[in-house]
């Protein structure tokens, strides 16, 4: 059986959930088993819909001490019910708490793990899983050699397939060890979209000068609905805050539309952003080296073209 | 307190990235190595810190490598820490090395031990959490910000659009990211000390590997960039709408 462990914060479904179940069952449906998914606490979506994307089954263990994310807890419970519910594959989102969790659950489970997972398995012969490596400069083909295998899958690399479906739901009995951690405080930067999860996604780099300049940028990422990011220069200058930095040494992001805006594309950015499906860069140097990644390019004054750009976006919305 | 502080070795974020021997090995010819920049500059930094701010604390570095390993050991050992040690073994399997990092680890009876977030070669983000379940320790990952007063840690880690404040009892492993500290040059000092700090090089244990390589392969080039005029904004809103279908 595939088990895809799903992830709730807030009492909320993680967005990364619906794609790691479209993944954990077209697994499931390769192997010839059922694909179920568990879920630690209590959340307010209907878990019986998760059915739709191929789970026949949702086991919850809706217990007050694993409301919160605890990775030792964590571990320890889903371990516990990974082995009573029989599970030989796990899925998790490579995603800031499946990074946690995956490794340390693999290990109490005697499992080999591939984290960082961009497509299904081979299974004809073995357990081959592709996963990006080098920073997305290339991909490493790894055989699991233990008989359970635990997966955590690259965001925004599989795609959410829903079909028609619900899925029985089973409380879970697992004995839950006391917290390790004390959580004190959680902010969330309100109305923003979280670049991991963003399809959208506007940056911009050490070209637009100074942090002043910003609000075309934002007004360009609000009228896409997109997130935005920027060039480690830029919020090492505290132009921008540091969760906004995204390359080799901040965040890699695959979204589906990428736009840079006065980034020259070194190689250190690149790495952060190289998965993105589709990515347009605005430039007023012919010779950046980002246009040698881009799918499409404009050469040009930023100051120009953002707000023209948005409003070519807006024109395009108001039309259709 | 006792630190160990895991350093890996990676090769230059500008380095070729290249297969040979029909595309099993990855390419070191020509490479320049480099300490994993997540190690260095967020884990290794903080906890020199931690000892500029109590004098009493013990850091130990620890890498899993083979003799080759050794330069970039000493180039952390500039920067600080007390002793290193190398466990002379060269896996790729992460199981494998947060089992050695692990016996160490136990060995020497830290009460806390970082890691950075991730490497930037295999990118797999496995040891820090390995290492706790093997060590049954308590695990914040993805930390940016990390403070001690007596034996309870205060910890600031990313979640998805935000930040978690927690606190911790050590033992403890925190794996490490940007905000936790400054990247800082080691002085001519700090390489002459280094030269005379201890290295123990300690032969592995047995463990059996979960995982194996079997190739590796480069992504297929971009077709070439299209280009659209600055002055004609609209084409490239059909583009993205009709052609890339993204928006
Ligand atoms: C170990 C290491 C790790 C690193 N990690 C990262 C990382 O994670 N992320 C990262 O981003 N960088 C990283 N870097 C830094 C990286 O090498 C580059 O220095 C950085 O990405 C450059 O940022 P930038 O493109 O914003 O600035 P610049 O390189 O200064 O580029 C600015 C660009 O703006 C263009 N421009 C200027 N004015 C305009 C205008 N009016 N309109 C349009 N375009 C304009 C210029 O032509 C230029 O191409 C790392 C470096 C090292 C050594």
Request: aromatic content about 6%; charged content about 20%.
């Given at each position: 059986?595939?088990?895809?462990?799903?992830?709730?914060?807030?009492k909320?479904?993680?967005?990364s959930?619906f794609?790691v179940?479209?993944y954990?069952?077209?697994l499931a449906?390769?192997?010839?088993?059922?694909a179920e998914?568990l879920v630690l606490?209590?959340v307010n979506?209907?878990?019986?819909?998760l059915g739709?994307y191929?789970?026949?089954?949702?086991?919850?263990i809706?217990?007050e001490?694993v409301?919160?994310?605890d990775?030792?807890?964590?571990?320890?419970v889903?371990?516990?019910?990974a082995?009573?519910?029989?599970?030989?594959?796990?899925?998790f989102a490579h995603?800031?708490?499946g990074?946690?969790?995956?490794?340390?659950?693999?290990?109490?489970l005697?499992?080999?793990?591939v984290t960082?997972?961009?497509?299904?398995?081979?299974?004809?012969a073995?357990f081959?899983?592709?996963?990006?490596?080098?920073s997305g400069?290339a991909?490493?083909?790894i055989?699991?050699?233990?008989p359970i295998?635990?997966?955590?899958?690259n965001?925004?690399s599989?795609g959410?397939f829903p079909?028609?479906g619900?899925a029985?739901?089973?409380?879970?009995?697992?004995?839950?060890?006391?917290p390790?951690?004390?959580?004190?405080s959680?902010?969330l930067?309100k109305g923003e979209?979280?670049l991991?999860?963003?399809?959208?996604?506007?940056?911009?780099?050490?070209?637009l000068?100074g942090?002043?300049?910003?609000?075309?940028?934002?007004?360009?990422?609000?009228?896409?609905?997109?997130a935005?990011a920027?060039s480690?220069?830029?919020?090492d200058?505290?132009?921008?805050?540091?969760?906004?930095?995204?390359?080799?040494t901040?965040?890699q992001?695959a979204?589906?539309?990428?736009i840079?805006?006065g980034?020259s594309g070194a190689?250190?950015?690149l790495a952060?952003?190289?998965?993105?499906?589709?990515i347009v860069v605005?430039?007023?140097?012919?010779e950046?080296?980002?246009f040698k990644a881009a799918?499409y390019?404009?050469?040009?004054?930023?100051f120009?073209?953002v707000?023209?750009?948005?409003?070519?976006?807006?024109?395009s919305?108001?039309g259709a | 307190?006792?630190v160990?502080?895991?350093i890996?070795?990676?090769?230059?974020?500008?380095?070729?990235?290249?297969?040979?021997?029909?595309n099993?090995k990855f390419d070191e010819?020509g490479?320049?190595?480099?300490?994993?920049p997540?190690d260095?500059?967020?884990?290794?930094?903080?906890?020199?810190?931690?000892k500029?701010?109590?004098p009493a604390?013990?850091?130990?570095?620890?890498?899993?490598?083979e003799?080759d390993?050794?330069?970039?050991i000493?180039?952390a050992?500039a920067?600080?820490?007390?002793?290193?040690?190398?466990v002379?073994?060269n896996?790729?399997?992460?199981?494998?090395?947060?089992?050695q990092?692990a016996?160490?680890?136990k060995?020497?009876?830290?009460d806390?031990i970082?890691?950075?977030?991730e490497t930037?070669?295999?990118?797999?983000?496995?040891?820090g959490?390995?290492l706790?379940?093997i060590?049954?320790?308590?695990f914040?990952?993805?930390?940016?910000?990390?403070?001690?007063?007596?034996?309870?840690a205060t910890?600031?880690?990313e979640?998805?659009g935000?930040?978690?404040?927690?606190?911790?009892?050590l033992p403890a492993?925190i794996s490490?990211q940007?905000?936790?500290?400054e990247q800082?040059i080691?002085n001519?000092r700090?390489i002459m000390?280094?030269?005379?700090?201890?290295?123990k090089?300690?032969e592995?244990?047995t463990?059996?590997?979960?995982?194996?390589i079997?190739?590796f392969?480069?992504?297929?080039?971009?077709t070439g960039?299209?280009l659209?005029?600055?002055n004609?904004m609209d084409?490239l809103?059909?583009?993205?709408k009709?052609?890339a279908?993204v928006?």
């Amino acid at each position: 059986m595939v088990l895809v462990y799903i992830d709730q914060a807030e009492k909320q479904i993680k967005k990364s959930a619906f794609e790691v179940l479209s993944y954990g069952a077209a697994l499931a449906k390769q192997l010839g088993c059922a694909a179920e998914a568990l879920v630690l606490g209590n959340v307010n979506d209907d878990l019986a819909a998760l059915g739709k994307y191929g789970v026949t089954k949702v086991r919850q263990i809706a217990n007050e001490g694993v409301q919160h994310f605890d990775a030792k807890v964590y571990t320890q419970v889903i371990a516990a019910a990974a082995q009573k519910a029989g599970a030989t594959v796990l899925i998790f989102a490579h995603s800031i708490n499946g990074k946690a969790i995956a490794p340390a659950v693999a290990v109490k489970l005697g499992a080999g793990i591939v984290t960082g997972a961009s497509a299904l398995p081979k299974t004809d012969a073995g357990f081959i899983v592709t996963k990006t490596v080098f920073s997305g400069k290339a991909f490493a083909s790894i055989q699991i050699e233990t008989p359970i295998k635990v997966i955590a899958l690259n965001q925004n690399s599989f795609g959410v397939f829903p079909q028609d479906g619900t899925a029985s739901i089973e409380a879970m009995d697992i004995d839950i060890p006391n917290p390790s951690i004390k959580i004190t405080s959680t902010e969330l930067v309100k109305g923003e979209i979280p670049l991991t999860e963003a399809s959208l996604v506007v940056s911009a780099g050490r070209g637009l000068k100074g942090p002043e300049n910003w609000g075309m940028i934002e007004t360009l990422a609000k009228t896409l609905g997109a997130a935005t990011a920027c060039s480690r220069p830029v919020s090492d200058s505290d132009w921008r805050p540091h969760h906004e930095h995204v390359g080799q040494t901040g965040l890699q992001i695959a979204p589906n539309l990428y736009i840079a805006v006065g980034i020259s594309g070194a190689i250190q950015h690149l790495a952060g952003v190289n998965r993105s499906k589709t990515i347009v860069v605005i430039n007023k140097d012919p010779e950046a080296p980002f246009f040698k990644a881009a799918d499409y390019g404009v050469i040009g004054d930023a100051f120009e073209i953002v707000p023209a750009l948005n409003e070519a976006i807006l024109k395009s919305k108001a039309g259709a | 307190m006792k630190v160990l502080v895991c350093i890996s070795k990676t090769p230059d974020t500008t380095a070729k990235i290249a297969f040979t021997e029909g595309n099993t090995k990855f390419d070191e010819n020509g490479v320049q190595w480099i300490i994993n920049p997540y190690d260095e500059w967020y884990s290794l930094v903080r906890a020199i810190e931690l000892k500029e701010q109590d004098p009493a604390t013990i850091i130990h570095l620890v890498t899993v490598g083979e003799a080759d390993s050794e330069p970039i050991i000493r180039k952390a050992l500039a920067l600080g820490g007390d002793e290193a040690i190398r466990v002379n073994l060269n896996s790729n399997d992460s199981f494998v090395i947060a089992s050695q990092i692990a016996t160490i680890a136990k060995e020497g009876a830290y009460d806390l031990i970082f890691t950075g977030k991730e490497t930037i070669d295999y990118n797999s983000s496995c040891i820090g959490s390995m290492l706790s379940a093997i060590l049954d320790m308590p695990f914040v990952s993805s930390a940016n910000h990390f403070e001690l007063a007596g034996n309870t840690a205060t910890i600031k880690r990313e979640i998805e659009g935000g930040e978690e404040t927690c606190e911790l009892n050590l033992p403890a492993v925190i794996s490490c990211q940007k905000g936790m500290a400054e990247q800082r040059i080691p002085n001519m000092r700090g390489i002459m000390a280094a030269r005379t700090k201890p290295l123990k090089i300690v032969e592995p244990t047995t463990v059996k590997a979960t995982t194996t390589i079997k190739s590796f392969e480069l992504p297929a080039a971009k077709t070439g960039v299209k280009l659209v005029e600055a002055n004609n904004m609209d084409e490239l809103v059909r583009l993205l709408k009709e052609e890339a279908k993204v928006i």
